[in-house]
């Protein structure tokens, strides 16, 4: 377990984002007539753009499903999900798992809600599903009293459930331990205001 002393980070993770680079999948001469490339749809459900330049030209992919040659000689064209599947179900199948956010909230101090301590069992299930989990854990605090008090909450949080997913079982392979006190909070207010959903603690497992 490594602990990090993030107060002074500017790093927000507290609405559940990620930024995905655009999957897409390569495949060289062989079989084929040529070597192509195919845009696929994130895990999320978006699509992003993927831009093939070569000696034939520019082609603009930015519809799942589409393909166009690696030199860029002719459009973008659809390929059917069979075809796809047929072609690319081992690099799919080998595709990584995209990080499993939590957000578990206490009722104050350092005791969860019923409903976040409910969790504690999906969190480990979810790093058991995964071959090498490596998990952060980050601690915040509404803006009730001082930096320095809200520092130490943060912290005795995200020890707090640390300690409660080891208790439970927790095969991970690393687990890091942040705290932003009462920075980067997930409701925007103004110092001394209390807020339930700034007391919390977020798990990332990747």
């Known amino acids: 377990m490594r602990i990090v002393n993030a107060g002074a980070a500017t790093r927000n993770i507290s609405i559940v984002r990620f930024l995905l ?18 845009l696929l749809q994130s895990p999320d459900g978006t ?11 520019t082609q603009t ?3 799942a499903g589409q393909r166009a040659p ?5 459009p973008a064209s659809p390929m059917k999900t069979e075809d796809i599947m047929a072609e690319f179900a081992q690099a799919i199948a080998a ?5 499993t956010q939590f957000l578990l909230y206490f009722t104050g101090g350092v005791t969860l809600t019923k409903e976040s301590a409910a969790l504690i069992p999906a969190i480990i299930a979810e790093a058991a ?11 915040h605090t509404d803006t ?6 809200n520092d130490q909450l943060a912290l005795q949080r995200a020890k707090k459930v640390a300690e409660s997913l080891s208790a439970k079982g927790l095969k991970a392979l690393t687990m890091t331990i942040e705290w932003h006190g009462k920075r980067n909070l997930l409701v925007q ?4 205001t209390f807020e339930p959903k700034n007391r919390r603690v977020e798990v990332s497992v990747r």
Not at 21 to 38: D, E, R
Not at 144 to 149: F, G, I, P, Q, T
Not at 189 to 192: L, Q, V
């Open 189 to 192: 207010t103004p110092d001394n």
């Open 129 to 139: 599903s995964r071959p090498a989990a490596d998990l952060s854990v980050i601690g």
């Open 21 to 38: 680079v655009p999957l897409f999948l390569l495949i060289l001469a062989g079989c084929a007539p040529k070597s192509y490339v195919v």
């Open 95 to 99: 595709r990584p798992k995209i990080p």
């Open 61 to 63: 992919l930015a519809t």
């Open 70 to 74: 690696l030199d860029g000689s002719t």
């Open 47 to 57: 699509t992003g753009q993927v831009v093939v330049s070569g000696s034939g030209g």
């Open 144 to 149: 009730l009293k001082s930096d320095e008090y």
